[in-house]
Every structure is written in C-alpha cells, then in structure tokens.
C-alpha cells in the first residue's frame, strides 16, 4: 500500500473519530449523521481512487 493511501486511512479515521465523538456529545438527528457519514466515507473513497491513479502513472515512469 501505498504511503499516501496509508495517509488518506489514516485521516478517514481520524475525522470519523471526531465525527463520532461530536456525536455523542451533541446527540443530533440520526439521519443527520448518517448524511454526514456518507459523505466523508464518498470523499475519503474518491480521494483513494485518485490516489490509485497516480500510484499507477507513477509506475509507469
């Protein structure tokens, strides 16, 4: 894997924590934290994505 996949994981987790956290801080809608996490799961998913593409332009070099 490569180191900035490793990265991107290693933020996904990150933010989902805080997310988490917030949560059950603040207790909101449900469905409002389900909107919210499918989101950032997209995001982060795209992000990978990409990051795949240029793992494979890299290679190739």
């Given at each position: 894997?490569?180191?900035?996949?490793e990265y991107l994981n290693t933020q996904r987790?990150?933010?989902?924590s805080e997310l988490k956290f917030?949560?059950?801080?603040?207790k909101?809608?449900?469905f409002h934290c389900d909107f919210t996490y499918k989101t950032v799961n997209c995001i982060?998913?795209?992000l990978e994505k990409i990051a795949?593409?240029?793992e494979?332009?890299?290679s190739k070099d």
């Open positions: 894997m490569s180191k900035l996949i987790f990150i933010v989902m917030k949560d059950i801080c603040t909101p809608d449900i982060f998913d795209s795949e593409e240029i494979k332009l890299k």
